[in-house]
């Protein structure tokens, strides 16, 4: 078996993180398919990569697939392969994923995006091992270990007749489910700090100079919705405009879109579908107001209230809005919800 440390490199030491790793390590050695479910960003690739390096499969094919990104015409195309002459275009026969990941791993990524056709010839690739190309008649064997990987509710998708039941228990023979960034916050410093190093070497430094306190908080202090790649993207940014190879980076730009003259639409505020239905009294002064205000006068409850149920903590209100923490605190100042300091209704940061 390859030696770990030659393995795609997944940092952390929270215990959220150490748990997933030791059930993708036991995993490995099932030669079984393994179901990855996890928000964007949250390194689903990076588990199907150990989960191939680590098994006895490790020095086969590992061969990717993104499912969601090709049209769904060619999908099917595109995992079976084909015939020629099988449609306008085909002038010779063509491999598809499985046969090009034979005797390895295929990783389906954003396999919710597949259609129940594409799904039910999955179902008997994953199943028996063995499909017929677009067009074409005869059948080949093949010998792969299929990882696939969502980001949506497959039961509930099954459920609603979305996804195919069988298929769905064939391939979650085992769930590997991440854990999000914001449930691992003790492993944003040594995150930053790796994604910090790599960009001041790519920048030309001889050495990362560290963060500042302020900005390692600003770091923590963020839901991330984007997860582990939206922390990369923002520390990669961050020492780009920094520039200075001898001063500790102060400040984060969590959002590269802040800027006193970006343009606004009316529809660029988001507000909780929970705030949407304003109580009577409410409704009733608003009825003749224009929509705009409406619009505002809807927002700034929402806010205030996702601020006072989080007893003015700032990230807190804003993950309960499902916003940015720096389009939540501009949402704050908008609507004069700042306090001067010793107040007790102040944001807290």
Same mark, same amino acid.
């Given at each position: 078996?390859?030696? !770990?440390?030659?393995?795609?490199?997944?940092?952390?030491?929270?215990?959220?993180?150490?748990?997933?790793?030791?059930?993708?390590?036991?995993?490995? #050695?099932?030669?079984?398919?393994?179901?990855?479910?996890?928000?964007?960003?949250?390194?689903?690739?990076?588990?199907?990569?150990?989960?191939?390096?680590?098994?006895?499969?490790?020095?086969?094919?590992?061969?990717?697939?993104?499912?969601?990104?090709?049209?769904? !015409?060619?999908?099917?195309?595109?995992?079976?392969?084909?015939?020629?002459?099988?449609?306008?275009?085909?002038?010779?026969?063509?491999?598809?994923?499985?046969?090009?990941?034979?005797?390895?791993?295929?990783?389906?990524?954003?396999?919710?995006?597949?259609?129940?056709?594409?799904?039910?010839?999955?179902?008997?690739?994953?199943?028996?091992?063995?499909?017929?190309?677009?067009?074409?008649?005869?059948?080949?064997?093949?010998?792969?270990?299929?990882?696939?990987?969502?980001?949506?509710?497959?039961?509930?998708?099954?459920?609603?007749?979305?996804?195919?039941?069988?298929?769905?228990?064939?391939?979650?023979?085992?769930?590997?489910?991440?854990?999000?960034?914001?449930?691992?916050?003790?492993?944003?410093?040594?995150?930053?700090?790796?994604?910090?190093?790599?960009?001041?070497?790519?920048?030309?430094?001889?050495?990362?100079?560290?963060?500042?306190?302020?900005?390692?908080?600003?770091?923590?202090?963020?839901?991330?919705?984007?997860?582990?790649?939206?922390?990369?993207?923002?520390?990669?940014?961050?020492?780009?405009?920094?520039?200075?190879?001898?001063?500790?980076?102060?400040?984060?730009?969590?959002?590269?879109? #802040?800027?006193?003259?970006?343009?606004?639409?009316?529809?660029?505020?988001?507000?909780?579908?929970?705030?949407?239905?304003?109580?009577?009294?409410?409704?009733?002064?608003?009825?003749?107001?224009?929509?705009?205000?409406?619009?505002?006068?809807?927002?700034?409850?929402?806010?205030?209230?996702?601020?006072?149920?989080?007893?003015?903590?700032?990230?807190? #209100?804003?993950?309960?809005?499902?916003?940015?923490?720096?389009?939540?605190?501009?949402?704050?100042?908008?609507?004069?919800?700042?306090?001067?300091?010793? !107040?007790?209704?102040?944001?807290?940061?």
């Amino acid at each position: 078996m390859r030696d !770990s440390s030659s393995l795609p490199a997944m940092l952390g030491q929270s215990a959220a993180f150490t748990t997933v790793l030791a059930e993708v390590r036991r995993l490995a #050695a099932i030669d079984r398919p393994v179901l990855v479910i996890g928000e964007r960003g949250t390194g689903k690739e990076l588990v199907a990569a150990r989960l191939h390096y680590l098994s006895q499969r490790w020095a086969q094919p590992l061969v990717t697939l993104n499912c969601g990104a090709i049209a769904e !015409s060619l999908l099917e195309a595109e995992l079976f392969g084909y015939e020629a002459g099988a449609f306008t275009g085909a002038q010779r026969r063509r491999q598809g994923r499985f046969e090009a990941a034979d005797g390895g791993t295929l990783f389906l990524d954003e396999i919710a995006n597949a259609s129940m056709a594409v799904q039910e010839r999955l179902l008997r690739a994953v199943e028996y091992g063995q499909f017929e190309r677009v067009g074409g008649t005869e059948s080949v064997r093949v010998d792969v270990r299929v990882v696939a990987a969502t980001n949506v509710d497959l039961p509930a998708l099954s459920a609603a007749g979305r996804f195919r039941a069988d298929l769905l228990d064939r391939l979650a023979f085992e769930v590997v489910t991440l854990p999000p960034l914001r449930a691992r916050r003790e492993d944003i410093p040594v995150l930053a700090d790796a994604f910090a190093r790599a960009m001041a070497s790519e920048l030309g430094w001889s050495a990362f100079p560290g963060f500042t306190e302020g900005a390692i908080a600003a770091l923590l202090a963020d839901p991330w919705p984007g997860n582990i790649r939206a922390l990369k993207s923002c520390v990669e940014r961050s020492l780009a405009r920094h520039g200075d190879p001898q001063r500790p980076v102060a400040q984060v730009v969590v959002d590269p879109f #802040a800027s006193p003259w970006r343009p606004r639409s009316q529809d660029s505020a988001v507000v909780s579908p929970a705030a949407t239905a304003p109580v009577a009294s409410t409704a009733a002064a608003t009825a003749a107001a224009p929509i705009r205000d409406q619009r505002a006068q809807l927002e700034r409850e929402a806010v205030a209230r996702a601020l006072a149920q989080a007893g003015g903590h700032g990230p807190t #209100a804003a993950a309960a809005l499902g916003l940015g923490y720096h389009q939540f605190r501009r949402l704050v100042a908008r609507y004069g919800l700042v306090k001067r300091r010793g !107040s007790p209704n102040r944001q807290s940061e």
